[in-house]
Protein backbone atom coordinates (compact mmCIF):
# COMPACT_ATOMS: atom_id res chain seq x y z
CA UNK A 1 0.00 0.00 0.00
CA UNK A 2 0.85 3.27 -0.04
CA UNK A 3 3.21 5.26 2.59
CA UNK A 4 5.59 7.98 3.43
CA UNK A 5 8.60 8.19 5.09
CA UNK A 6 10.19 11.20 6.53
CA UNK A 7 13.56 10.99 8.79
CA UNK A 8 12.64 11.17 12.31
CA UNK A 9 13.51 13.99 14.73
CA UNK A 10 13.64 15.49 17.13
CA UNK A 11 15.80 18.14 14.77
CA UNK A 12 17.49 20.79 16.59
CA UNK A 13 18.92 23.70 15.01
CA UNK A 14 19.89 27.30 16.01
CA UNK A 15 18.38 30.38 14.04
CA UNK A 16 19.20 31.24 11.00
CA UNK A 17 20.33 28.03 10.06
CA UNK A 18 19.53 25.76 6.77
CA UNK A 19 16.71 23.19 7.38
CA UNK A 20 16.37 20.09 4.97
CA UNK A 21 13.43 17.46 6.55
CA UNK A 22 13.68 14.62 3.95
CA UNK A 23 10.41 12.47 2.97
CA UNK A 24 10.31 9.72 0.50
CA UNK A 25 7.03 7.68 -0.60
CA UNK A 26 5.71 5.03 -2.18
CA UNK A 27 2.29 5.29 -4.58
CA UNK A 28 0.21 2.96 -6.56
CA UNK A 29 -1.45 5.95 -8.57
CA UNK A 30 0.14 9.57 -9.49
CA UNK A 31 -0.47 11.71 -6.20
CA UNK A 32 -0.60 15.04 -4.97
CA UNK A 33 2.00 15.54 -1.87
CA UNK A 34 1.85 18.16 1.19
CA UNK A 35 3.22 19.40 4.09
CA UNK A 36 1.39 19.98 6.89
CA UNK A 37 2.45 21.65 10.00
CA UNK A 38 1.59 21.72 13.58
CA UNK A 39 2.59 24.52 15.85
CA UNK A 40 2.41 23.78 19.37
CA UNK A 41 -1.05 24.10 20.77
CA UNK A 42 -2.96 24.31 17.43
CA UNK A 43 -4.07 21.77 14.77
CA UNK A 44 -2.26 20.40 11.52
CA UNK A 45 -2.15 23.04 9.16
CA UNK A 46 -1.35 23.12 5.85
CA UNK A 47 2.31 24.24 4.72
CA UNK A 48 2.83 23.48 1.10
CA UNK A 49 1.55 21.48 -1.77
CA UNK A 50 2.26 20.32 -5.44
CA UNK A 51 0.61 18.24 -7.56
CA UNK A 52 3.01 16.88 -10.57
CA UNK A 53 6.27 15.87 -10.92
CA UNK A 54 9.05 19.06 -10.95
CA UNK A 55 6.36 21.52 -9.32
CA UNK A 56 7.82 23.49 -6.00
CA UNK A 57 5.10 24.36 -3.74
CA UNK A 58 6.61 27.29 -0.87
CA UNK A 59 5.22 29.40 1.83
CA UNK A 60 6.40 31.20 4.73
CA UNK A 61 9.92 30.72 3.22
CA UNK A 62 10.06 27.11 3.00
CA UNK A 63 10.16 25.12 -0.20
CA UNK A 64 9.61 21.69 -0.96
CA UNK A 65 10.04 20.36 -5.25
CA UNK A 66 7.92 16.94 -6.67
CA UNK A 67 10.98 14.56 -7.28
CA UNK A 68 9.27 12.08 -9.42
CA UNK A 69 12.44 10.20 -10.46
CA UNK A 70 13.29 9.38 -6.50
CA UNK A 71 9.63 9.81 -5.40
CA UNK A 72 11.03 12.23 -3.02
CA UNK A 73 9.39 15.99 -1.28
CA UNK A 74 12.17 16.87 1.03
CA UNK A 75 11.49 20.05 2.91
CA UNK A 76 14.09 22.94 2.81
CA UNK A 77 13.98 26.78 4.43
CA UNK A 78 17.15 28.81 3.97
CA UNK A 79 16.91 30.70 7.41
CA UNK A 80 14.99 29.51 10.19
CA UNK A 81 13.48 31.47 13.16
CA UNK A 82 11.99 30.52 16.37
CA UNK A 83 8.91 30.49 15.26
CA UNK A 84 9.47 28.05 12.83
CA UNK A 85 9.54 25.18 16.20
CA UNK A 86 6.44 22.78 15.31
CA UNK A 87 6.37 19.27 14.20
CA UNK A 88 6.23 18.75 10.46
CA UNK A 89 4.38 16.31 8.58
CA UNK A 90 4.60 14.91 4.76
CA UNK A 91 1.95 13.01 3.27
CA UNK A 92 0.03 12.33 0.13
CA UNK A 93 -3.08 11.57 -1.96
CA UNK A 94 -3.21 9.04 -4.08
CA UNK A 95 -6.24 8.60 -7.23
CA UNK A 96 -6.13 5.36 -6.40
CA UNK A 97 -7.02 5.25 -3.35
CA UNK A 98 -9.49 8.22 -2.48
CA UNK A 99 -8.62 11.78 -1.34
CA UNK A 100 -8.11 10.63 2.29
CA UNK A 101 -4.10 12.28 3.33
CA UNK A 102 -1.35 9.20 4.30
CA UNK A 103 1.08 11.04 6.52
CA UNK A 104 4.48 9.82 7.96
CA UNK A 105 5.23 9.98 11.06
CA UNK A 106 6.04 13.77 11.82
CA UNK A 107 9.68 15.20 12.46
CA UNK A 108 9.91 17.76 15.64
CA UNK A 109 12.03 20.60 14.84
CA UNK A 110 13.37 22.94 17.64
CA UNK A 111 14.99 25.86 17.00
CA UNK A 112 16.93 28.28 19.27
CA UNK A 113 17.85 31.67 19.38
CA UNK B 1 -14.46 32.26 8.10
CA UNK B 2 -14.59 29.76 10.81
CA UNK B 3 -12.48 26.94 10.85
CA UNK B 4 -12.82 23.46 11.95
CA UNK B 5 -14.94 23.12 15.45
CA UNK B 6 -14.35 19.95 18.06
CA UNK B 7 -15.72 18.63 20.97
CA UNK B 8 -14.19 17.89 23.65
CA UNK B 9 -10.91 19.09 23.79
CA UNK B 10 -10.17 16.23 26.32
CA UNK B 11 -11.49 13.29 27.41
CA UNK B 12 -10.39 10.30 30.08
CA UNK B 13 -12.29 7.37 30.44
CA UNK B 14 -11.74 4.14 32.05
CA UNK B 15 -11.46 1.42 29.70
CA UNK B 16 -14.93 -0.52 28.34
CA UNK B 17 -16.58 3.08 28.77
CA UNK B 18 -18.06 4.83 25.95
CA UNK B 19 -17.08 8.15 24.68
CA UNK B 20 -18.14 10.14 21.43
CA UNK B 21 -16.70 13.30 19.80
CA UNK B 22 -18.07 15.79 17.57
CA UNK B 23 -17.18 17.41 14.74
CA UNK B 24 -18.62 20.63 12.95
CA UNK B 25 -16.58 21.66 9.73
CA UNK B 26 -16.61 24.57 7.52
CA UNK B 27 -19.27 25.64 6.94
CA UNK B 28 -20.25 24.58 2.72
CA UNK B 29 -17.47 21.67 3.03
CA UNK B 30 -19.09 18.55 1.43
CA UNK B 31 -16.22 16.05 2.45
CA UNK B 32 -15.66 15.13 6.20
CA UNK B 33 -12.57 13.16 7.48
CA UNK B 34 -11.81 11.40 10.98
CA UNK B 35 -8.30 10.46 11.70
CA UNK B 36 -6.42 8.87 14.97
CA UNK B 37 -3.46 10.13 15.62
CA UNK B 38 -1.42 8.01 18.20
CA UNK B 39 1.52 9.65 19.91
CA UNK B 40 4.50 9.44 17.55
CA UNK B 41 2.88 8.98 14.58
CA UNK B 42 1.39 10.54 11.94
CA UNK B 43 -2.28 10.44 11.31
CA UNK B 44 -4.62 7.58 10.06
CA UNK B 45 -7.62 8.07 8.48
CA UNK B 46 -10.87 5.90 10.53
CA UNK B 47 -13.76 7.30 7.80
CA UNK B 48 -14.56 9.66 4.98
CA UNK B 49 -17.68 11.28 4.54
CA UNK B 50 -19.02 13.15 1.57
CA UNK B 51 -22.24 14.81 2.58
CA UNK B 52 -23.96 12.35 5.02
CA UNK B 53 -22.75 9.25 3.11
CA UNK B 54 -19.69 7.03 3.78
CA UNK B 55 -16.76 6.86 1.18
CA UNK B 56 -14.53 4.95 2.99
CA UNK B 57 -14.48 2.93 6.57
CA UNK B 58 -12.19 0.45 5.21
CA UNK B 59 -9.82 1.15 8.28
CA UNK B 60 -13.23 1.82 11.26
CA UNK B 61 -12.81 -1.23 13.88
CA UNK B 62 -16.48 -1.44 13.58
CA UNK B 63 -16.56 -3.57 16.00
CA UNK B 64 -16.11 -0.64 18.67
CA UNK B 65 -16.04 2.34 16.59
CA UNK B 66 -19.03 3.86 14.59
CA UNK B 67 -19.57 8.13 13.22
CA UNK B 68 -22.41 9.27 11.35
CA UNK B 69 -23.17 12.81 9.75
CA UNK B 70 -26.64 13.40 9.81
CA UNK B 71 -28.12 15.81 7.12
CA UNK B 72 -24.03 16.31 5.80
CA UNK B 73 -22.81 18.79 8.23
CA UNK B 74 -22.35 17.90 11.98
CA UNK B 75 -20.33 14.64 13.00
CA UNK B 76 -20.40 12.13 15.74
CA UNK B 77 -17.69 9.53 16.15
CA UNK B 78 -18.07 7.06 19.31
CA UNK B 79 -15.71 4.36 20.54
CA UNK B 80 -17.99 1.55 22.67
CA UNK B 81 -15.95 -0.28 24.42
CA UNK B 82 -13.29 1.96 24.67
CA UNK B 83 -10.08 -0.02 24.85
CA UNK B 84 -6.10 1.00 26.01
CA UNK B 85 -5.04 1.40 22.75
CA UNK B 86 -7.59 3.57 21.96
CA UNK B 87 -5.46 6.22 23.66
CA UNK B 88 -4.94 9.03 20.88
CA UNK B 89 -5.82 12.04 19.47
CA UNK B 90 -8.89 12.46 17.27
CA UNK B 91 -8.84 14.93 14.55
CA UNK B 92 -12.01 16.02 12.23
CA UNK B 93 -10.80 17.54 8.64
CA UNK B 94 -12.96 19.11 6.19
CA UNK B 95 -12.55 19.99 2.96
CA UNK B 96 -14.64 21.02 -0.33
CA UNK B 97 -15.51 17.83 -1.54
CA UNK B 98 -14.95 18.65 -5.14
CA UNK B 99 -13.75 14.96 -5.46
CA UNK B 100 -9.88 16.65 -6.47
CA UNK B 101 -6.95 14.55 -4.42
CA UNK B 102 -4.99 18.35 -4.20
CA UNK B 103 -7.96 19.82 -2.29
CA UNK B 104 -6.56 20.94 0.93
CA UNK B 105 -8.13 19.49 4.34
CA UNK B 106 -8.53 21.80 7.10
CA UNK B 107 -8.27 20.36 10.56
CA UNK B 108 -9.88 20.90 13.84
CA UNK B 109 -7.95 21.47 16.93
CA UNK B 110 -8.44 17.67 18.01
CA UNK B 111 -10.00 15.13 20.64
CA UNK B 112 -7.18 13.90 23.36
CA UNK B 113 -8.47 10.56 24.59
CA UNK B 114 -6.86 9.06 27.67
CA UNK B 115 -8.40 5.26 28.26
CA UNK B 116 -7.57 4.00 31.34
Known amino acids: GDSVTQMEGPVTLSEEACLTI???????????LFWYVQYPGEGLQLLLKATKADDKGSNKGFEATYRKETTSFHLEKGSVQVSDSAVYFC????????????FGKGTTLSVSS | EAGVAQSPRYKIIEKRQSVAFWCNPI?????LYWYQQILGQGPKLLIQ????????DSQLPKDRFSAERLKGVDSTLKIQPAKLEDSAVYLC??????????????FGPGTRLLVL
Open chain 1, 22 to 32: NCTYTATGYPS
Open chain 2, 49 to 56: FQNNGVVD
Open chain 2, 27 to 31: SGHAT
Open chain 2, 93 to 106: ASSLGAGQIQETQY
Open chain 1, 91 to 102: ALSDPQAGTALI
